[in-house]
């Protein structure tokens, strides 16, 4: 919710959020304080909030409505669980919910956050399952996974990982990762929220790096490296290891500089992905 707000101030466009989670009062506080460490103290007029109750199809001709009088070009929808439409079947109201949304504007950028399950936010690498049918992912043009890092003992920041899962047009972008800053006033109320970039593979998740950003590490320390070579180095399985390669095949490359016949090594893929300069 945090991240959805930042992101429709960094935009400039006009954006309705529409709200079935929390309240115009905690929204207010997080939108003063995001605007007080961007350095804009000033409220915005490209923010606009709705408070939601009711399935999204009860709204949407109301929605439809606001979005033209307001030349709305960005619309985020928190969240998707409370918002989508009741049948009674899984899979009926995810498509339902999506065509609907997809309804809302032709011009209009729609944000649709959602939550994974406990269990596939536990996994060593991979992308977390939404807790909805499989249609909700199947359906988005773009998705990105947010996961949180484990700095509960810090509390006056939390540190975010950003993963581009799927893209239906355009390049798939690398991870990104966040620190969200929070300080209070005199009063130990919130004050300020500064968001930071940083690199994606300091964060930990689950009490320990990712499979993905361990391989990722490794290889730009040393260069191209057999898969037993990535295996010991990272203290990760030969499943492990080999679901990540092929998992991340456009961030590692497959190689054979012994010719066809020989063993095949990894590296990573530069230039177009932006790929950093190998650590000296």
């Not at 939601?52 to 009088?69: L, T």
């Not at 339902?96 to 309804?103: C, G, Q």
């Not at 010719?259 to 300069?277: K, Q």
Request: proline fraction near 5%; include cysteine; charge should be positive.
């Amino acid at each position: 919710s945090l991240l959805a707000l930042y992101i429709c101030l960094m935009s400039g466009e006009p954006c309705l959020y529409l709200d079935w989670e929390s309240n115009i009062e905690e929204h207010q506080d997080r939108l003063r304080a995001l605007l007080k460490g961007l350095g804009r103290p000033d409220e915005p007029t490209n923010i606009y909030y709705r408070r939601m109750s009711r399935p999204i199809d009860e709204e949407a001709q109301f929605i439809r409505k606001e979005v033209a009088r307001l030349s709305i070009r960005r619309l985020v929808v928190d969240s998707y669980g409370p918002a989508s439409v009741r049948t009674g079947d899984w899979t009926d109201s995810a498509i339902r919910t999506m065509d609907t949304i997809r309804s809302l504007g032709k011009s209009v950028t729609r944000l649709l956050l959602t939550h994974i399950s406990k269990d596939s936010a536990s996994l060593d690498g991979g992308a977390g399952k939404p807790i909805a049918s499989i249609y909700v992912p199947n359906l988005a043009r773009s998705s990105w996974e947010m996961r949180q890092g484990d700095n509960e003992g810090d509390e006056d920041y939390i540190e975010v990982r950003l993963d581009h899962r799927k893209v239906n047009r355009g390049r798939k972008y690398r991870p990104k990762g966040l620190r969200i800053v929070f300080t209070e006033d005199a009063a130990k109320s919130l004050d300020a929220i500064y968001v930071q970039d940083i690199d994606f593979k300091t964060i930990i998740l689950n009490g320990h790096q990712p499979i993905d950003d361990r391989i990722d590490l490794f290889l730009q320390s040393r260069g191209e490296a057999t898969v037993k070579e990535i295996i010991k180095a990272t203290g990760s399985g030969e499943d492990t290891v080999k679901k990540s390669l092929k998992r991340n095949s456009k961030w590692f490359v497959q190689t054979y500089p012994g010719g066809p016949r020989s063993e095949a090594r990894y590296d990573l893929r530069e230039g177009e992905l932006g790929v950093p300069p190998r650590i000296p």
